[in-house]
T-cell receptor, first 112, second 113 residues
Framework: DAKTTQPNSMESNEEEPVHLPCNHS???????IHWYRQLPSQGPEYVIH???SNVNNRMASLAIAEDRKSSTLILHRATLRDAAVYYCILRDVEGGSEKLVFGKGTKLTVNP | DTEVTQTPKHLVMGMTNKKSLKCEQH?????MYWYKQKAKKPPELMFV???????INESVPSRFSPECPNSSLLNLHLHALQPEDSALYLCASTFSYGAYEQYFGPGTRLTVT
C-alpha cells in the first residue's frame, strides 16, 4: 500500500481555517485519497475522498495537487468539536482492496 | 439509522476466559470489518466479511475468531487472550465491497488481565 506522510500535530484557533497537509509521493493512478478523523473516545469518522479534482462536502474541502503527490484537507472554520486525529489514507479501488491502511495521522488541537 | 453499535463498551477478562464482542448495523450494509487499535496508535485491520463470507484475515492469531451470522451482525469470539491483546476493538461497515465510506462503531475497550 502506498504510504502517506502527515505532521504529527497541528494547532488552530476556533473559527479560523485549518489546512491539514498530506504527502503521498508514491501514489498510483488508481489510488483514491481518503480522509477520516477520530474524535476522542470515538471510532473513526469518514470526512471526504477524492481522486484528481478538488472536492467539497458539508464537513470539509479536499485540495489535490496537480501531480497528486500531495493533498490538503481544509476545515473552513474550525470548532472545538473538530479537535481530533485526522488520517490521510490511500486506497486502491481498482485493485479491489477493501483495506483502509491508517497511518499515524495528525492530531489537531483547536484553541478557544 | 446510520449507526454501528458495539457491545459491550468495556470488557475485562482473564487469560483463560471466553468472551464475545458484538457489532450490529441496520443500514443494509453487506461488508463488515474488525479493527484493533492500541493506545495512541492508528487502527489496524483484522478481518473483513463481505456478504457474510470472510474475505480478508490479516494473519490474526486463532485466539480471535470472527463470525457473521447474518448481514446485520458481526461477532468476535475471544479465547485464551494475552495481556498484549488489550486494546480498543472497532467494528465498521460499508454498503458493499468497494464502497468508499466506512461507518465505524464506538468500539469495545478490552482489558486482558
Amino acid at each position: 500500500d502506498a504510504k502517506t506522510t502527515q505532521p504529527n500535530s497541528m494547532e488552530s484557533n476556533e473559527e479560523e481555517p485549518v489546512h491539514l497537509p498530506c504527502n503521498h509521493s508514491t501514489i498510483s493512478g488508481t489510488d483514491y485519497i481518503h480522509w477520516y478523523r477520530q474524535l476522542p473516545s470515538q471510532g473513526p469518522e469518514y470526512v471526504i475522498h477524492g481522486l484528481t479534482s478538488n472536492v467539497n462536502n458539508r464537513m470539509a474541502s479536499l485540495a489535490i495537487a496537480e501531480d497528486r503527490k500531495s493533498s490538503t484537507l481544509i476545515l473552513h472554520r474550525a470548532t472545538l468539536r473538530d479537535a481530533a486525529v485526522y488520517y490521510c489514507i490511500l486506497r486502491d479501488v481498482e485493485g479491489g482492496s477493501e483495506k483502509l491502511v491508517f497511518g499515524k495521522g495528525t492530531k489537531l488541537t483547536v484553541n478557544p | 439509522d446510520t449507526e454501528v453499535t458495539q457491545t459491550p463498551k468495556h470488557l475485562v477478562m482473564g487469560m483463560t476466559n471466553k468472551k464475545s464482542l458484538k457489532c450490529e448495523q441496520h443500514m443494509g450494509h453487506r461488508a463488515m470489518y474488525w479493527y484493533k487499535q492500541k493506545a495512541k496508535k492508528p487502527p489496524e485491520l483484522m478481518f473483513v466479511y463481505s456478504y457474510e463470507k470472510l474475505s480478508i484475515n490479516e494473519s490474526v492469531p486463532s485466539r480471535f475468531s470472527p463470525e457473521c451470522p447474518n448481514s446485520s451482525l458481526l461477532n468476535l469470539h475471544l479465547h485464551a487472550l494475552q495481556p498484549e491483546d488489550s486494546a480498543l476493538y472497532l467494528c465498521a461497515s460499508t454498503f458493499s465491497y468497494g464502497a468508499y465510506e466506512q461507518y465505524f462503531g464506538p468500539g469495545t475497550r478490552l482489558t486482558v488481565t
